[in-house]
């Protein structure tokens, strides 16, 4: 399968939304602002199939914390509306210590309210959300070329 072109779909101060064939990536490199995470979220309605094949990887930056209730309100929304869109998940938040352990139990909230009808996990490393997606979503570039698409979102400058 050949490497399907990365295209930028967001990207601002606070996040990046970049999509390549059926994968979605979603870097948050600041603590969120809802205006930021309305339009990544937007970017991500764009970028998503509507035929339940996308995969999609989000990222936490180091320190980035866990966002404010208005703004976990506004994604869990966002995703409940997309449910159907997506075929797997991979939350990467690498942080240690108490930043890392709260934005896990955000998530955590969100991925139990939001009840997504496709597996999503959260995980500590690019190369552990890459593993979990081939093995939930057919038809993926090889974990080698999904590895590199994942580092070339998370290495974007601010545009």
């Known amino acids: 399968m050949s490497d399907p072109a ?34 990544a979220m937007q970017a991500v309605e764009v970028g998503s199939t509507k035929s ?3 995969a999609m990887i989000v990222v936490s930056d180091r320190g980035v914390g866990a966002p ?16 159907d869109r997506f075929s797997a998940g991979a939350i990467v938040v690498s942080d240690e210590g108490f930043v890392a352990a709260s934005v896990r139990a955000a998530l955590t909230g969100m991925i139990l309210v939001v ?3 496709y597996p999503l996990k959260i995980v500590t490393t690019l190369a552990e959300a890459v593993v979990f997606l081939r093995s939930k979503v057919p038809g993926l ?6 590895l590199a698409m994942a580092q070339q979102v998370t290495s974007l400058p601010v545009r």
């Not at 404010?68 to 449910?83: F, P, V, Y």
């Open 115 to 117: 009840r997504q009808p």
């Open 68 to 83: 404010e209730s208005a703004i976990r309100d506004e994604l869990s929304k966002g995703l409940t509306q997309m449910n």
């Open 141 to 146: 570039p090889s974990e080698r070329d999904l």
């Open 6 to 39: 990365l295209r930028i779909l967001h990207n601002d101060h606070c996040s990046v939304v970049a999509t390549a064939g059926d994968l979605i990536v979603v870097r948050w490199r600041a603590k969120l602002e809802l205006e930021s995470s309305r339009r």
């Open 52 to 54: 339940k094949r996308t």
